[in-house]
């Protein structure tokens, strides 16, 4: 198996999903393997570039991968292509592409930033006033605008401006300006920006602390993977930018029981490696990935584990369950998001969390003016990504 993702890049860094994916397998292997068999994980470093996901991609079927594993990429016509070459399945990536649910080699686990952001568009909608999305000015970021829309406009609400930056800045100081005049362009209602920038979003909310003091009041809204209880506990907590921020997220809070398998594996195998966090998305998304894995092992038994006996037992109908981490899942042909372009997207369940008195919490459905914690497949159907 391989898994990648960029470190040590000066954009976004994901280095839990490859630790993760080690101690997965170092657990594993300590309790007898699948059937037998130990379990063997490469990583490889994909850089944040297209460069570097071919490579990785090239690796993995110079190394006869049988799967590529929890990864993250949003380069995805630079590594599915070699994947696809090689036979080999891409297995729960984080989602951060369009190509991942498209490409027939491609089995995701979650709705990637298409749910999130319908979600989150979805939550707005009710309660804001002019919304600003501010995302970076790259292939992946110019996916996000029309899946905002989607969320807003299924609540009834007009799209969001759509507001391009570097994805490698050290500051947004005139970015910050553009989105608090969008946002508080209607003194009516209390307008929102969303800032959807990875990494760089807690670059960019440093910028937009100084430069709000001179503008009305707005909310902060955005998902999970630009915002964790990390960044929020880093940008002061219950006296920082997020309080109050809607957050839309693939899994149950990190808090939530059901966590708990992952992160006793993360404490055999892993404790005091500061780079795997459990309350990453990436690190999240990783063990999920895995834990598909093994259903697919499982379910081969004693056959032989190729990548084409991977593809077979996943194109066959089986079903994974992940213990209540997302809905039971499988990847039949055609999926109800096939005809808006996501043929592959099979899980578009989000859950809405808000940042009360500092602390990331579940937001149930209805509750603290928000309509959006469930599946956004009826949403998604309705999306402009033409």
């Not at 909608?125 to 996000?144: N, Y």
């Amino acid at each position: 198996m391989m898994t990648w993702a960029p470190q040590n890049t000066g954009a976004t860094n994901k280095p839990g999903m490859p630790a993760m994916a080690r101690a997965y397998a170092k657990w594993l292997n300590e309790h007898g393997g699948v059937g037998g068999r130990t379990l063997t994980v490469l990583t490889c470093n994909e850089h944040n570039d297209s460069v570097g996901a071919a490579k990785c991609a090239r690796r993995a079927a110079a190394e006869n991968v049988v799967a590529v594993v929890g990864s993250y990429s949003q380069f995805g016509d630079s590594f599915l292509a070699p994947l696809e070459s090689a036979g080999i399945p891409y297995i729960g990536g984080y989602g951060v592409t369009s190509d991942e649910f498209t490409g027939p080699y491609s089995y995701p686990v979650n709705g990637g930033q298409p749910a999130l952001l319908a979600g989150l568009g979805q939550a707005l909608a009710a309660g804001c006033g002019p919304v600003a999305l501010v995302r970076p000015d790259s292939i992946a970021g110019d996916e996000l605008p029309a899946l905002l829309d989607s969320g807003l406009k299924a609540g009834g609400h007009p799209p969001a401006t759509d507001q391009l930056a570097a994805e490698d800045a050290t500051e947004y100081g005139a970015e910050a300006e553009r989105a608090l005049r969008g946002a508080t362009a209607d003194p009516a209602r209390k307008g929102c920006v969303v800032p959807a920038l990875g990494d760089r979003t807690d670059t960019f909310m440093d910028s937009f602390r100084r430069a709000r003091a001179g503008h009305a009041p707005v909310r902060t809204a955005t998902v999970l993977g630009s915002v964790d209880q990390t960044q929020i506990n880093a940008t002061g907590g219950a006296s920082g930018p997020y309080e109050g921020a809607y957050i839309t997220g693939w899994y149950p809070v990190a808090s939530d029981p059901r966590w708990n398998p992952m992160k006793q594996v993360i404490n055999e195998e892993a404790f005091g490696d500061n780079s795997i966090d459990p309350a990453d998305a990436g690190v999240q998304t990783t063990w999920i990935a895995y834990t598909v894995l093994r259903a697919v092992l499982e379910r081969i038994g004693d056959g032989d584990v190729t990548p084409e006996a991977v593809r077979h037992t996943l194109d066959g109908g089986l079903r994974v369950s992940t213990g209540g981490l997302t809905p039971t899942l499988r990847w039949p042909d055609e999926t109800r998001l096939s005809a808006v372009g996501f043929p592959r997207l099979v899980n578009a369940d989000v859950t809405l969390q808000v940042v009360r008195e500092g602390r990331l919490t579940a937001v149930r459905p209805g509750g603290a003016g928000a309509a959006s914690d469930g599946d956004m497949t009826r949403t998604l159907e309705g999306a402009d990504v033409g």
